[in-house]
C-alpha cells in the first residue's frame, strides 16, 4: 500500500468516524457546545475511524483482484473497519470518561486517584463506553458493504496507478 493510499484511507476513516459521531454527540451534549470532552470525543472517534480505515484498507490490499469484486469481500473489509474502529473508540472513550470524571485536568493530575476511593466510576464510565461500542459496531456492521466498497476503491485505484507507472518506466 503506498503513502497515497494510506493518505486517502486516513483521511476517509477520520471523517467517517467524525460522521458517526455526530448524531451521538448532538444528543448527549444539547447541540454542540462545546466542551473539553465533546473536543476530545470527536477527535478520539475520527482516530479510531482511521485506524480502522488503515487496518482494512491493509487488508484489502493483501487480496486477489478476482476476489476485489464480490459483494462478500466487500462486507468483509467493512466489518473488519467497523470492529477495528467500534473497539478502539470503546477504550479511548472508556478512558477519557474515566477521566473526565475523577476530575483529571493538566492542572490537578492528582485527582485521577479518586478512582481508588471510588471505583464505581470506572464501573460507570464501563457501561457508558459498552453503549459507545454497541452503538459503534451495529451501524459498522450495518454499513460495512458500503465503508468496504470504499475502502477497497481506494486501494484498487491507487495500487492500479503504481503498477501503471511501474509498467511505463522499464
Wanted: zero cysteines; proline letters at 4%; glycine letters at 8%.
Amino acid at each position: 500500500m503506498s503513502t497515497i493510499s494510506r493518505k486517502r484511507l486516513t483521511l476517509s476513516g477520520s471523517l467517517w468516524g467524525l460522521l458517526l459521531a455526530l448524531l451521538p454527540a448532538a444528543l448527549a451534549f444539547d447541540g454542540f457546545s462545546l466542551s473539553p470532552f465533546l473536543l476530545a470525543a470527536l477527535f478520539l472517534s475520527a482516530l479510531s475511524g482511521a485506524v480502522g480505515a488503515l487496518v482494512a484498507g491493509r487488508r484489502a490490499s493483501r487480496r486477489p483482484e478476482r476476489a476485489e469484486r464480490s459483494w462478500s469481500a466487500a462486507s468483509g473489509i467493512g466489518a473488519l473497519q467497523g470492529i477495528v474502529a467500534a473497539v478502539l473508540s470503546t477504550l479511548l472513550i472508556w478512558l477519557a470518561l474515566t477521566a473526565t470524571m475523577t476530575g483529571f485536568s493538566p492542572a490537578a493530575p492528582a485527582k485521577i486517584l479518586v478512582l481508588f476511593r471510588d471505583p464505581t466510576i470506572f464501573l460507570q464510565s464501563a457501561l457508558a463506553a459498552v453503549v459507545v461500542f454497541a452503538y459503534a459496531a451495529f451501524v459498522g456492521l450495518l454499513l460495512a458493504p458500503l465503508v468496504g466498497s470504499l475502502i477497497m476503491r481506494l486501494v484498487r485505484e491507487d495500487d492500479s496507478r503504481a503498477s501503471r507507472r511501474i509498467a511505463g518506466t522499464s
